[in-house]
């Protein structure tokens, strides 16, 4: 295995950590692999710990190259929306391991996004905001490097409109600013990449309509959409395994679950 760390990837930060599988030709895979860009969450005001290392090596062992993205979060002392800074840093990092696809023996067509709660939102725009004019501006490009060609949403905080709306994200994203450009189910197109969504019922910080209505809108769209619902388990359970934060082992069955959907996807057969 071996460890890429970069940063910073705007002017205002962000950093991308990778984990990439040695070359090896007796292995099944021997072609370049698939990436996946794993973003955790934390209400855009810190990163949660364990939508990080544990989701990349969940994936990793399953045969993907793995990263993790680092973004900026909102800052308490100086309360200045983050508007479209994470997303900048986001759609930077997808460029960058495209960019880097020789050397780093990724499929450049191969390149998922993965992200929790708001790390979901994140993970979302990636799939549905990578050709907005304001993110544009940001980037200084316009070459579609940074849309992801899959996406998964773990209880992502969608909304931005409407009374499910998670309002610390808000928050955090617009401040007294219009939302309206960050709702993503009023922003999905027929180009938005498959996504495989998943959340509980009794989520009680992001209402599961957040999962609902983004997988009807990708449906209204004609968009490729897997949607798992669980009837328990609480916000934020990550991989559903472990132990310090809950262990939930039928809620745990979304990681094999979406490996398999991302298999196909990705036209690589999953090791396990």
Partial sequence: MRRIDLAPLTPEGGSLVGYLHDPDNS???RSPRPAILVIPGGGYRKLVE????????EFFTAGFHTFILSYSLWNAEAPEPLGWTPLAQASQALRLIREHAAEWDVRPDRVAVMGFSAGGNLAGSCAVLWDRPELKARLGAADGRNRPDAAVLAYPATLMLGPYVHQSSRRCLVGEGDPAPFDLPSQVRADTPPCFVWSTMADDHVPVENSLEF???????????????????????????????EAHPHLASWAPLCKQWLGRQLDFPVSR
């Fill in 215 to 245: 997988a009807q809108a990708l449906r209204r769209c004609g968009v490729p959409c897997e949607l798992h619902l669980y009837t328990e388990g609480r916000h934020g359970l990550g991989l559903g395994t472990v132990e310090a934060v």
């Fill in 27 to 29: 292995y099944i895979h």
């Fill in 50 to 57: 364990h939508e990080g290392d544990p989701v990349a090596w």
